[in-house]
């Protein structure tokens, strides 16, 4: 898991203000399972993935493999514009109205791929 990305206190406290905006309590959930450890987002989600009922296998990162997934929504520029605008919790909300992944898990990921570089992120996975 050497993709890991750790969020500082002023991030999850940022975070923590955008989700409480929208009332999204599972993302705020989410962030305190963050906090909880350390500020590691892989290691939150593959906690949160666990008490979601989604397999994890240690030798994968959920994220990516949520990513992957979630590809098309991900990677559709009305849903980059959001992320790289910072809207966080706009984009958890668009994520989630997919109806493929819980909000707990949204977070996580939408933070995960706005750390990485969500546009880095579509274009080197580019499969087909």
Not at 106 to 111: E, F, K, M, T
């Amino acid at each position: 898991m050497s993709h890991s990305i750790k969020l500082s206190s002023e991030d999850i406290t940022q975070y923590r203000e955008q989700f409480s905006q929208q009332n999204q309590k599972e993302a705020l959930y989410a962030l305190d399972v963050i906090e909880a450890v350390g500020g590691d987002v892989t290691i939150a989600a593959n906690k949160l993935a666990s008490k979601y009922g989604i397999e994890v296998h240690k030798s994968v990162n959920i994220l990516e493999e949520l990513a992957k997934k979630l590809r098309n929504s991900i990677c559709d520029e009305e849903f980059i514009d959001k992320v790289i605008a910072g809207a966080i919790n706009v984009a958890v909300g668009s994520l989630c109205a997919t109806g493929q992944i819980p909000e707990a898990l949204a977070a996580p990921l939408v933070i995960y791929l706005a750390k990485k570089g969500i546009q880095k992120w579509c274009k080197s996975n580019n499969e087909t």
